[in-house]
């Protein structure tokens, strides 16, 4: 009975594991057969002659959403501010639910730009409600224009994206576009192993995933900030709302379920940080995973019965599955040491080699990322992506407590990802007269990866006292690369 029940749990594992990798692989294949064409759809056509009269520009508001953001909310500010756009066609709403000096610091600098001539707007809640979706949604009750960029603190437009985006290219050329998105760029060089692996797995999605799933004709995401959108999509498609984490995927889907489309562009980019540290890291793909599972329990069934209007919707119901990735890992460690002594030896080997298709996918797209970025393939390249492929794994933990938070109930709080070398997450009391610090105290899910590291280094033992040494290896591996995850969090606090 126990082996029966351990052969069909590591099965399911292997085989819903293989699926999404066969939807990547899918996805790469796509790629290289079609990459001129990719990245010439994924362009803004700008010229001269498309250029429309200061006259005739669209109405714009740029929606800033803060929260306890001091070290950053100066520059975005100034950045909104500096936009070559026709004076008196935009305007600019700082979201400020901050509870700590940003709201002080925001009122000088609100202060400044009106000085100047540029329509700024400080609305400082008192409460959180609602999270970002919540700021994003009292804000457009006080607009009525017809568009509307986003912009979250750590990033950086250029004078141009407006101007760019609304007047000199075919952005919005189609009455049905809902938003367009640009490509994230990092704002101060990459530096140090741990950042140039967190930079690859976000360049992969910027570079190859979401070109290519715009050009198969695949819903195109928000990715919450760095884009414009539509007025009249926003509202037909329901407003923001704050039933899930990740309210960009959200509006996204339902706005293709209403018969719009996103649009990204691939060569207008927008500067913006890292997360400051694994710790932060982990905070921002907690609260993605946990969006994630939530948007894949509100949207999946609309998604899969919505006829024609969604395209491909199995590809659709896997990408927002896509954290899922994370449980499947993790309960494939956890049966590996029962599944080598239990599982039919020949069910086993196929099984591997279905597993092994999640390696190949991860390892092949970073590769192709590489080459987008026009990074050639040497040895620190190779150790980006080991370290890329490392900390993925590493993840297993963390982002499962997210999936599992995410399908056990909606919303939730919104945790800020600290960003920038200046600053370190939530808000913490300082001495009267004393700068405003932020720390990131170690979460709870700390104490759960050292524990299944113990269960790694125990399943290696179990494994070569039972004479299965070679598959001891992978076990090891695991805990190496939870080791990682456990290494860095720890040299942060005394960093």
């Not at 609100?110 to 009292?138: F, I, S, T």
């Not at 741990?194 to 070109?211: E, G, I, N, T, Y």
Request: with cysteine; aromatic share 10%; glycine share 8%.
């Amino acid at each position: 009975m126990i082996p029966s029940l351990i052969s069909l749990l590591y099965a399911v594992a292997a085989l819903l594991g293989a699926a999404f990798a066969l939807v990547e692989l899918r996805m790469l294949a796509r790629f290289l057969r079609n990459r001129s064409a990719i990245i010439a759809s994924s362009g803004a056509a700008n010229s001269p002659a498309r250029h429309r009269p200061d006259a005739d520009a669209p109405t714009v508001t740029i929606q800033i959403p803060l929260y306890n953001e001091r070290t950053l909310a100066e520059q975005i500010l100034l950045a909104a501010a500096a936009q070559d756009y026709p004076s008196g066609r935009f305007d600019i709403q700082v979201l400020d639910d901050s509870t700590d000096e940003t709201s002080a610091l925001v009122a000088r600098v609100v202060e400044q730009v009106r000085a100047r001539g540029v329509r700024m707007e400080h609305l400082h809640r008192d409460n959180r409600r609602g999270y970002k979706a919540g700021a994003l949604a009292e804000g457009l009750e006080r607009s009525t224009c017809e568009y509307v960029a986003v912009f979250d603190a750590d990033f950086v437009p250029e004078p141009s994206f407006l101007r760019r985006l609304l007047l000199e290219s075919d952005a919005f050329d189609d009455p049905k576009v809902a938003f367009v998105q640009a490509r994230w760029a990092w704002g101060s060089a990459v530096q140090g192993w741990l950042p140039s692996a967190l930079a690859l797995l976000l360049d992969r999605h910027f570079r190859v995933q979401k070109p290519t799933r715009a050009f198969a004709g695949n819903v195109t995401t928000f990715n919450g900030s760095g884009g414009i959108w539509r007025r009249e999509a926003i509202d037909a498609a329901g407003g923001w709302t704050a039933d899930t984490l990740t309210e960009d995927l959200d509006l996204s889907y339902r706005c293709a379920l209403a018969g719009w489309h996103g649009r990204y562009l691939q060569d207008v980019k927008v500067l913006n940080e890292l997360p400051a540290h694994i710790r932060a890291f982990k905070l921002q793909q907690q609260r993605w995973a946990r969006g994630n599972a939530q948007c894949f329990r509100k949207l999946t069934g609309r998604v899969m019965s919505s006829g024609r209007v969604v395209r491909d919707r199995w590809d659709e119901a896997f990408t927002l599955a896509g954290y899922a990735i994370h449980p499947l890992l993790l309960a494939s460690l956890l049966l590996w040491p029962w599944a080598v002594l239990y599982v039919d030896r020949t069910l086993f080997w196929v099984l591997q080699a279905f597993m092994s298709l999640g390696i190949v996918a991860a390892f092949l797209s970073f590769l192709i990322t590489l080459r987008e970025r026009g990074q050639p393939l040497s040895p620190s390249a190779l150790g980006q992506v080991t370290v890329g492929l490392a900390v993925g794994m590493g993840l297993m933990v963390n982002n499962t407590v997210g999936q599992l938070q995410g399908f056990a109930s909606s919303g939730g709080e919104f945790v800020r990802t600290p960003k920038g070398k200046a600053q370190s997450s939530a808000a913490t009391s300082s001495p009267p007269g004393a700068p405003m610090e932020y720390k990131t105290p170690l979460h709870w899910t700390f104490l759960a990866e050292i524990l299944v590291i113990g269960y790694c280094v125990a399943g290696a033992a179990f494994l070569i006292q039972q004479g299965e040494g070679l598959w001891s290896l992978a076990m090891i591996g695991w805990a190496a690369c939870l080791g990682l995850m456990v290494q860095q969090q720890i040299a942060h606090r005394s960093a």
